[in-house]
């Protein structure tokens, strides 16, 4: 009765323009929180076959069942920590985002344990303040990898940050990261470390701020097609499809099986619209967890038919992207929130 339709050729087109504007750097695509809800699996097939080098993922579940699905590009995880199964993540060969000692230091002791070294990428905060190795903690973190790369336990193969705003190139504090950035690899470079990777840029800053390339781009919200930057498509196609069947209709209104329990925000109700019969109609009244209800007017509607909440805008239905701000919120939340109680339909259509 209701579904969503993932489009993973749009997610190879996407992945293709990203890795165009990367030009000879690498490209990561960042499949974290099941693919921003597209399903985690089939988004990484679908970049990796069309061009992606790097898998990025929070958790070390996240990693795990990228490597159960058989996929072996290879991968970062940025949110594991020492209380993680880290000889299970060793023997599948996941690269860890490190900011801590502690975590440094637990995961030396496990290279120890297996007499292998393991390879790590260094997260140092520049400004966003969202995790990360904070500018005072640099010199004692890259020293002790140092020493650790030194006794064989680690391989430092990458150091990375993440921007806080690429949307205006021209921002002061973009700037200010970037030379934070800077800072950060020159302190590491002279620590001895030669990490053969860095990466700062996001979707934003792939597609818009060419100095924060450098050898990878990690590329989030804008491998669904969702633009980094209101108002410029760049592009990208939208690959997610909300759409439910009309389960009562009569005296102007049906009725849709979507609702806050399947991910519909409730700041939907009264304000945004759904397509049908080529026709937007508003939704009446509040969201409720089950349902929704649309006010038809005097369309004819019976039961069966089909009712868009959002999609790519190309046959005239909303977007993710005009959802969530009647909503009050982001793209990457709906996405994210749309539950694994509304089925996931994935179409392997490809671009001529």
């Known amino acids: 009765m209701a579904e969503a339709t993932v489009d993973l050729g749009a997610i190879a087109h996407n992945t ?5 504007a990367m030009g000879q750097a690498g490209l990561m695509a960042v499949v974290k929180a ?5 399903g985690a699996v089939p988004a990484a097939r679908a970049a990796v076959a069309a061009g992606a080098d ?69 997260k140092a905060d ?25 006794g064989g336990q680690i391989r430092v193969r990458g150091l990375w940050s993440h921007l806080a705003n690429a949307e205006d190139p021209g921002a002061e504090s973009l700037a200010a990261q970037q030379s934070a950035f800077a800072e950060a690899v ?44 209101p108002g410029v498509d760049f ?20 009725v849709l099986p979507l609702g806050f329990g399947y991910g519909v925000p409730r700041g939907l109700g009264g304000v945004a619209e759904v397509l049908i019969h080529g026709v937007r109609r508003p939704i009446s009244g509040p969201v409720s967890m089950d349902h929704l209800v649309i006010d038809t007017g005097e369309l004819p509607v019976t039961e069966g038919d089909e009712a868009v909440l959002f999609g790519s805008g190309a046959r005239g239905e909303p977007t993710v992207v005009e959802q969530a701000e009647h909503a009050g919120t982001n793209a990457h939340e709906l996405l994210t929130g749309i539950g694994v109680r509304l089925p996931r339909r994935h179409l392997l259509h490809t671009e001529a």
């Open 16 to 20: 293709r323009v990203l890795k165009r």
């Open 34 to 38: 099941d693919g921003f809800g597209h």
């Open 54 to 122: 790097w898998l990025g993922v929070t958790s070390a579940m996240e990693a795990m069942q990228l490597r159960e699905a058989g996929l072996d590009a290879p991968v970062l995880a940025w949110m594991c920590g020492p209380q993680d199964d880290l000889a299970a993540l060793a023997e599948a060969g996941v690269t860890l985002s490190v900011a801590t000692l502690s975590h440094l230091d637990a995961i030396a002791a496990e290279a120890s344990r297996r007499g292998v070294a393991l390879d790590v990428h260094i």
């Open 126 to 150: 520049t400004g966003l303040s969202r995790g990360g190795a904070t500018r005072n903690t640099w010199p004692e973190l890259f020293g002790w990898a140092r020493k650790y790369e030194t």
């Open 186 to 229: 020159e302190l590491a470079r002279a620590a001895g470390l030669a990490p053969d990777v860095l990466h700062l840029a996001n979707s934003a800053g792939i597609l818009q701020v060419p100095s924060a390339r450098f050898d990878l781009g990690r590329a989030g919200i804008a491998l669904y097609g969702v633009p980094p930057v």
């Open 235 to 254: 592009d990208l196609r939208p690959a997610m499809t909300v759409r439910a069947r009309v389960v009562q209709a009569g005296d102007g209104r049906a």
